[in-house]
């Protein structure tokens, strides 16, 4: 069982929404957490961060005005609501956990201590 799973991926059409799920099974409440996007051929991307409870929020330009990330501490929840998307959103999303409450440099990967598996996404156009 990992330590983080990722869950509501799928394959949709252009400009329709779905909702990621992260449930993690390690303590999350301190930590900052993050969303990135792999695609063959590509480097990993940061799509967003949250800190530990919430305040900051970072988002990739390319995803700015239609992601939303939020998070449960209570329920160790995190979640990515992706709306109208593109077929550039296409790709395994994960969800990491970093090694600090919240940071700026929130996209290196080398900041996050725990990775899940990812669900993938497709966008059809």
């Known amino acids: 069982q990992g330590r983080l799973v990722e869950s509501g991926g799928g394959s949709v059409e252009s400009g329709e929404s779905l909702t990621l799920t992260c449930a993690a099974s390690?303590?999350?409440?301190?930590?900052?957490m993050g969303w990135f996007r792999q695609t063959p051929g590509k480097a990993r991307e940061g799509v967003a961060a949250?800190?530990?409870?919430?305040?900051?929020?970072y988002y990739a330009d390319s995803v700015k005005g239609r992601f939303t990330i939020s998070r449960d501490n209570a329920n160790k929840l995190v979640y990515l609501q992706m709306n109208m998307l593109k077929p550039e959103d296409t790709g395994l999303y994960v969800c990491?956990?970093?090694?600090?409450?919240?940071?700026?440099?929130?996209?290196?990967?080398?900041?996050?201590?725990?990775w899940g598996r990812g669900t993938q996404v497709t966008v059809s156009s």
């Open positions: 390690v303590t999350i409440g301190n930590y900052a």
């Open positions: 990491a956990r970093d090694y600090a409450s919240q940071r700026r440099d929130w996209s290196r990967d080398d900041v996050y201590a725990y």
């Open positions: 949250i800190s530990n409870v919430g305040t900051t929020i």
